[in-house]
């Protein structure tokens, strides 16, 4: 078994891979295995939520006092992006196509799978490749969890079980987990290594929620979905991260993208985003079925997906010598006063002063 961990170790993303396409198989071939009950069932089936809200406290408890600016920031700037994407996209359909679909595609489905994020996933990808302050945006992140964004989008506005508390119980467990580990150092460090041991539990938990034969049902259609969330909203989630950097005049070796990266995916609450908007608006339940169809493939296809992608973009990250380290190091710097070592977007000419050797 040694062996086979040091395998897995060698494998990038492996953590994340590995436990979620496991529990998606068993899942899919032999639901039951999970479902005996007693501790079994509540760990292996139905353990996401807690293990997710420990890991939410856990997490909280790393970010330090000085990236929580910088975490808003980065969660607005991609939310943002993320939402423009959704909306751009969708309402081109909905008025640029002769039948207002493309290829089957509704717009309510585009909007609802491409606005929204998988928070869980987005953690756990964040928590292996990203740095604090890629984590911390979560907080805002979560704001496009169920049906409101895409209410607003398709001007069905007016849910009342969306509510200031929801969203209050979302932020509480990183409020208080962040409360801890700023008022205590032996506090942070008790729960540092919380954070790997959680992790591949709440994946498994994740990936015994998922069904691969989604994709028979919703055919090549709600992959199209899968793949235009990953590459449309992912991407236009780490353009606007960029464009931050650079209106930001952050050192080009710090500017870390990959939390776009990670929030390039669909929740497995918007699965039931179709029948709430239907429900504020009746003249889309015409599209409610095929739509509930198309998003829960988008949420298996960026599940299975997105953790080989945030991959490939943090190998395309270290090539251009960028990295998350690189950034967290900038705002520590500036949290304790000091200034950059690295300026912005200079490289010292040769043969200037500041490329020679100081007279000693």
Known sequence: MD????????????????????AALINTVAPQVLEIGSFTTALFKDGAVPLIAMF?????????????????EKGVVMLVGKYVAAIVVGLSVAWLTPDGSL?????LAIIAAMGNSNGAMYIALTGQFGNRSDKGAVAVLSINDGPLLTLIALGA???????????????????????????????????APGEKIILPFALFAIGAGIDLTVFATAGAVGFLLGIMTIVLSGGL?????????????????????????????????????PA?????????????????TQVASA???????????????????????????????????RRAGRSPSTEPDSEPEPGSASSTPAAT
């Not at 939410?56 to 808003?72: E, K, N």
């Not at 709430?276 to 509930?292: E, H, M, R, W």
Request: with cysteine; aromatic share 8%.
């Open 237 to 273: 989630a780490m353009l606007a991260l960029q464009v931050w950097h650079v209106a930001r005049r952050h050192p080009k070796p710090t500017r870390n993208v990959i939390g776009g990266a990670c929030e390039a995916t669909t929740a497995g609450n918007a699965i039931a985003t």
């Open 157 to 191: 506005a007016g849910l009342a079980d969306f509510s200031a508390m929801a969203l209050l119980a979302v932020f509480l467990p990183i409020l208080l987990g962040f409360t801890l580990g700023n008022t205590s150092d032996i506090a942070r460090e008790f729960l």
């Open 103 to 107: 290829f089957g595609l509704v717009p």
């Open 3 to 22: 062996s086979l961990f040091r395998t897995l170790a060698k494998v990038p993303g492996a953590l994340l891979i590995v436990p979620l396409f496991l």
């Open 299 to 333: 949420v298996v296809v960026t599940a299975v997906l997105i953790p080989f992608v945030v991959v490939a973009v943090s190998k395309w990250q270290a090539r251009r010598g960028v990295s998350p380290e690189a950034e967290e190091a900038l705002y520590e710097e």
């Open 276 to 292: 709430a908007v239907a429900l504020a608006d009746p003249s889309y339940q015409a599209v409610q079925g095929v739509a509930t």
């Open 56 to 72: 939410f406290f856990v997490m909280g408890s790393q970010i330090r006092l000085g990236s929580v600016s910088s975490s808003l």
